[in-house]
């Protein structure tokens, strides 16, 4: 298990190319910009989300990515949780993975619960890796949406955020480099996750059929 630690901050489209050419990004290993597809699972009583986690796939070029999140906490855009990632064959759910002292105890095993796709997140992340204040940080600019598709509803969420997270050292770095960055363009905190988004448009499209019923 690693501890994700990270700090999510929302800026303008019209403030990217800035961001771009911010002297400490200018000076960073930046990482060309990649498409990232994610597809959210839960039960159809979204028991997941009762329990606070998040369980998805990640398309990452011809790599497929499980990532299992657990409740955490946020505070002012800052983000701590717990996280377990597995490389698949396919784009298809592992419950094996899943085991019992990572699985929340609430639940039934993984194996017995029906999982489905719930909703989607795809964006494209550009990433610059930099050592800041004794810390070593992953900057990554997100840029797409959260979706939501079924029962006859279409639902989009914009992504425009950057996420600083903790590779190494302390995480009092990450809102130093967020000051440090914010000195040049306009950047606030976030507290809402990709899931916690991708949830409220689940909730939204049910509640709009239901009110159509």
Do not use: C
């Not at 999510?8 to 990217?16: A, I, Q, T, W």
């Not at 701590?80 to 699985?103: H, K, V």
């Not at 890796?129 to 940080?137: N, R, S, V």
């Not at 480099?177 to 949830?199: E, I, M, N, T, V």
């Amino acid at each position: 298990m690693a501890t994700e630690t990270e700090l999510k901050l929302r800026l303008d489209s019209e403030d990217v190319a800035a961001l771009r050419q911010h002297p400490l990004l200018q000076q960073a290993d930046h990482r060309a910009p990649q498409t990232l597809f994610n597809t959210y699972y839960d039960t159809p009583a979204l028991d997941l989300a009762k329990a606070r986690v998040a369980l998805r796939i990640r398309r990452q070029g011809e790599r497929y990515i499980q990532t299992l999140k657990t409740r955490g906490q946020s505070i002012n855009g800052l983000h701590q949780r717990g996280e377990w990632e597995w490389d698949l064959d396919a784009a298809q759910l592992d419950p094996t993975r899943l085991s019992a002292d990572i699985w929340p105890a609430a639940l039934p095993a993984a194996a017995e619960l029906t999982l489905l796709p719930v909703f989607t997140t795809d964006f494209e992340r550009e990433i610059w890796l930099l050592d800041y204040a004794g810390a070593h940080i992953e900057v990554a600019l997100d840029r797409g949406a959260v979706l939501y598709s079924g029962e006859g509803a279409h639902l989009e969420d914009p992504i425009m955020e950057l996420e600083l997270e903790l590779k190494s050292g302390d995480a009092d770095a990450l809102l130093k480099l967020a000051d440090a960055l914010a000195s040049k363009l306009p950047l606030h905190p976030f507290d809402l996750s990709k899931a916690q988004r991708g949830y409220a448009l689940f909730r939204q499209a049910q509640a709009t059929t239901e009110d159509s019923e």
